[in-house]
């Protein structure tokens, strides 16, 4: 894992896009990029990287090296690059355990590239890669994407080919410092800069497998993944680069790494199915040219869970004396450094570890939301690769009552104790208690796993009720049906229900499917349709939820056979709104929170018929 610290701003480049163009006269004092790396040496990471400005332009570079080589850490570089076209001081360097170089090229050629970055420095960058290349580095050269650059990529891409074990990666400009300063100078559309880079990437794909090499390799950075059809695994950033925090020049601690300056617009975004892994897009970009050139996607599944990774055992404070607790060891080491959703500190029996999650499938936005708002973290005591029986398997995770008086309570990532009790069964039971009251014709959707065998067997048995079970997985409808002599299974679709079951169900249910189906206001209105005057309609289903587990077991999990089949990962409220945007009325509903599993239920009534309207709406009515 590795630690960004930035030595300072100034630089021998001028980008017109620079970041920290208004800060370029502030350097870092060599004292305090010492402490820093102290610190990322304390906090686990290891490697640091240094960045600025131009760090290899500082004079303290190879002392600062050598202070990480002696805290025994890796070393890295993000850079211009032209300095390391001096093979005697990049041999200094790989000396010092140089492992990772981040390095800025933005054209195959001096006439783009030093028109990007307003010096003569082509030769200089361009000669750093023959100096790095086959150096066994993780080496990777980022080209930023401006108006400027946009029509010449394929010019870059013919450049780096000589070198097989390089990474080129494509990044749409930022609006910040001269990206902000020269945005209409600088800027290009968005749908613009995607086709360019996917032209690219294509292009480079092409001729690397046509000259049967093994590289160079390419990916996009900053740039909405519904706009890179085929590319998205392509993406790359900080996090994917595996850096955890990062610091800057007066900052007294070290901040996670973090993408609040890029947005997912709701009315664009929500339910998008890359909404998880996809950047989105630049605030600055969006405030000037608004959204209207986003391609949400809806029609592919996603996880509904993802694991917070065991790293390491945190010592305890010890006891504070004549208090009857510890004192808390994250406030007394520094709560900057953990990201409040994606770290989780759990506390049990005077031990404490360090989990974190770097899954792609959720945003921060939805892992900070899960964590801390809904309170969905369960430690995973199944070692089973999908947990099967949540009530055994999963133990709920709470915010420890230290955190209840503590004033940095809404910046800290949290501790977090074991809560001894089967939420699931307890939360589960009114669903129970809702279906044994059911009397007539019983329609479900979604049907496969059966969760309310028993029950429903129970009523079909009594002839109390009839039962219909509309699935769309073919296997699970023929093992129902040879397990389920008291039913009868169709196959099919919610969304594509007949006009023969029109009128028809006193009760429909959707039970732990409604995030199954593909478009649940098609559904809706379906379901609406097949119930009678009066009639019922029951959803039940999960958010999302993270699960703490050790590294052997997350490995076994990821590396498994199971697949995602989830649409979305909808809360009571984002079904509600799809739910009651027609007749029918709300009569019961349950959120999901920090106190309770991560189950909701939602109940609907059809308003009666008016009067003189007459159904038989007896168990053997509806079904032949």
Not at 151 to 165: K, M, N
Not at 200 to 214: K, N
Not at 307 to 321: G, M
Not at 330 to 345: E, S
Request: aromatic share 8%.
């Amino acid at each position: 894992m590795k630690a960004l610290i930035k030595v300072g701003y100034g630089c021998n480049d001028h980008c017109s896009f620079c970041h920290t163009l208004d800060v370029r006269h502030i350097d870092g004092e060599a004292r305090e990029i010492h402490q820093k790396i102290d610190r990322a040496k304390a906090l686990g990471h290891s490697m640091v990287v240094l960045s600025g400005g131009e760090p290899t332009i500082r004079p303290e570079l190879l002392a600062w090296a050598d202070h990480v080589v002696a805290l025994d850490m890796d070393f890295g570089l993000v850079t211009n690059g032209r300095m390391l076209s001096y093979p005697e001081f990049t041999d200094a360097l790989l000396e010092r355990r140089l492992r990772y170089v981040y390095l800025s090229l933005h054209g195959g050629t001096a006439k783009v590239h030093d028109l990007m970055v307003r010096s003569e420095a082509f030769e200089e960058t361009y000669g750093a890669l023959r100096v790095l290349s086959g150096r066994g580095l993780d080496l990777t050269a980022n080209c930023v994407v401006t108006r400027h650059n946009v029509e010449h990529l394929r010019g870059l891409v013919d450049a780096v080919l000589p070198y097989e074990d390089l990474s080129l990666n494509f990044s749409m400009v930022e609006p910040k410092g001269g990206g902000d300063a020269l945005f209409e100078h600088l800027m290009p559309r968005i749908t613009l800069a995607a086709e360019r880079i996917r032209e690219a990437i294509e292009y480079g794909d092409a001729r690397v497998r046509d000259s049967g090499a093994t590289g160079p390799r390419f990916g996009h950075g900053a740039i909405p993944l519904c706009l890179m059809p085929g590319l998205t695994d392509r993406y790359g950033d900080l996090k994917t680069h595996r850096f955890a925090s990062m610091t800057e020049i007066g900052e007294a601690d070290f901040y996670p790494v973090d993408d609040r300056n890029k947005v997912q617009p709701e009315e664009k975004c929500r339910g998008c199915s890359l909404s998880g892994p996809c950047p989105g897009l630049y605030r600055g970009y969006v405030e000037v040219f608004g959204v209207a050139e986003l391609a949400p996607v809806f029609d592919r599944p996603r996880s509904n869970s993802f694991n917070y990774v065991f790293e390491a055992q945190v010592a305890q404070v010890p006891r504070v004396p004549g208090s009857a607790d510890s004192a808390c060891p994250l406030y007394a080491d520094g709560i900057t450094p953990w990201d409040r959703g994606r770290h989780l500190f759990v506390e049990h029996e005077g031990r404490i570890g360090r989990y974190v999650a770097r899954t792609r499938d959720f945003s921060d936005e939805e892992i900070l939301s899960l964590k801390h708002d809904l309170g969905q973290v369960y430690v995973d005591v199944s070692r089973k690769p999908a947990p099967d029986d949540f009530a055994r398997d999963l133990v709920h995770l709470v915010r420890s009552s230290r955190c209840d008086p503590c004033t940095v309570r809404q910046e800290c990532t949290g501790m977090f104790t074991p809560l001894m009790e089967d939420v699931f069964t307890r939360d589960d039971a009114r669903v129970r208690e809702i279906l044994g009251e059911l009397t007539g014709a019983v329609l479900d959707l979604g049907c496969g796993d059966g969760p309310y065998e028993e029950v429903l067997e129970s009523l079909a048995v009594a002839n109390t009720i009839t039962y219909l079970g509309v699935e769309p997985d073919r296997e699970r409808v023929l093992e129902l049906r040879a397990r389920w002599p008291w039913a009868t299974i169709e196959e099919g679709r919610a969304e594509e229900l007949d006009d023969r079951h029109r009128g028809r169900f006193d009760h429909v249910l959707v039970l732990r499917s409604w995030n199954h189906f593909a478009d649940p206001a098609r559904a809706i209105d379906q379901i609406t349709r097949c119930l009678v005057p009066g009639g019922t309609l029951t959803i039940v289903d999960n958010v999302a939820f993270g699960l703490a587990r050790g590294a052997r077991l997350t490995r076994r999990a990821e590396g498994s056979a199971s697949s995602f089949e989830h649409y979305r990962n909808d809360r009571a409220g984002e079904a509600h709104r799809v739910a009651s945007d027609g007749a029918l009325s709300l009569i019961e509903r349950r959120d999901v929170g920090p106190a309770t599993s991560n189950q909701w239920l939602l109940r609907y009534r059809l308003p009666p018929a008016s009067a003189g309207g007459t159904r038989d709406s007896s168990p053997a009515a509806g079904l032949d």
